[in-house]
């Protein structure tokens, strides 16, 4: 891929030998740049939205995500994100290393 992709997150608020915590924020509207997950990963919505991930094929996955919803994915995803909700949405994303 000749594009280089975006961080998986805003800012890494935790890193390790064992983990890497990023802190997500998307207003509504706002989308997360293509990018790669090289590492299995829990997403913890603090402030849940109606997301949408769009796959580097074109594959669009509606990604609604309550407030205080958890849930894991394996690596080897290229997507963006983005907010099509009205709220703001808050995340951590922990990467398992």
């Known amino acids: 891929m000749s594009k280089e992709l975006a961080p998986v997150g805003q ?17 509504p509207g706002e989308q997360q740049p293509l990018h790669r ?9 603090v402030q849940g939205a109606k997301n949408v991930i769009q796959t580097v094929d ?12 958890v849930v894991y994915r394996d690596p080897g ?10 709220t703001t949405y808050l995340a951590r994303l922990v990467e398992l290393k």
């Open 11 to 27: 800012e890494i608020v935790l890193e390790n030998d064992k983990v890497r915590v990023w802190h997500i924020r998307l207003e």
């Open 37 to 45: 997950h090289d590492h299995p990963y829990l997403v913890i919505a």
């Open 58 to 69: 074109g594959t669009r996955i509606d990604a609604d995500e309550p407030t205080g919803g």
């Open 77 to 86: 995803a290229v997507h963006m994100l983005t907010n099509v909700g009205d």
